[in-house]
């Protein structure tokens, strides 16, 4: 065999291996429990939602040793509480076509999965749209990161979640391209719920932040 023949050989060979990789890696049976009988890719995805708690949890902690500094008139007073109700609605509903979006890849309804993903990211957006505008007015009215310690609390925490918010509709938005290439099937939908366990952790949050910052 010459050369270049070897070299072709050699090359289809590497490119089964790789295709033979890529198989196994999107294959949800292939993937060995924990000791803890969890999926590791899922145990994984517990481990980083801990490790994000603990952040949150400084954030929030800064934020309510820093409220007490200030006046009401020095920046709580101006938070707008529809606005962020409405938010906190969206975010509840965007959980729940989450959870059906699931449900359906489960009873191998690919396309009704699709739809509930896109109307999740949808709420996504609609959130941060809301939580932009809420910014706008705050500005507006002089309070801005640096105007003072519950200020810059205020933005820190709430920014550090629309981040998060932000980085999930990237996250859905990549499962339903992975979707539509036949990436995702009743069979191996692993990918859809760990998202989802993602998506629930962020509404979650925001439900804590939304009572410690504009109920208490």
């Not at 050699?10 to 990789?21: D, F, K, P, S």
């Not at 949800?28 to 145990?43: C, F, W």
């Not at 409220?67 to 606005?83: F, I, Q, S």
């Not at 979640?161 to 339903?176: A, D, K, N, R, S």
Request: a negative charge; one cysteine or more.
């Amino acid at each position: 065999m010459s050369a270049v023949g070897k070299l072709e050989h050699g090359a289809h060979r590497a490119g089964q291996a790789l295709e033979t990789v890529v198989d196994q890696a999107h294959s949800q049976e292939l993937h060995a429990a924990t000791s803890t009988g969890l999926d590791h890719r899922k145990l994984v995805m517990w481990v980083f939602i801990a490790s994000e708690t603990i952040f949150f949890a400084a954030l929030m902690a800064t934020y309510l040793v820093n409220r007490g500094k200030v006046t009401p008139e020095d920046g709580p007073e101006h938070l707008n509480l529809a606005v962020a109700s409405f938010n906190t609605f969206i975010l509840l509903f965007s959980s729940l076509t989450m959870v059906m979006a699931l449900q359906a890849i489960e009873n191998a309804k690919k396309r009704r999965m699709i739809f509930l993903l896109a109307a999740t990211a949808l709420w996504g957006l609609v959130f941060l749209g809301g939580q932009v505008y809420e910014y706008a007015e705050l500005i507006a009215n002089g309070i801005t990161f640096d105007s003072n310690v519950w200020s810059s609390s205020f933005f820190a925490l709430t920014g550090f979640h629309g981040t998060h918010v932000f980085v999930g509709i990237i996250w859905i938005c990549m499962l339903i391209i992975r979707a539509l290439r036949g990436g995702i099937t009743e069979n191996n939908h692993l990918a859809v719920e760990l998202g989802g366990l993602y998506w629930h952790f962020v509404d979650l949050v925001w439900v804590v932040l939304f009572t410690i910052i504009y109920l208490i």
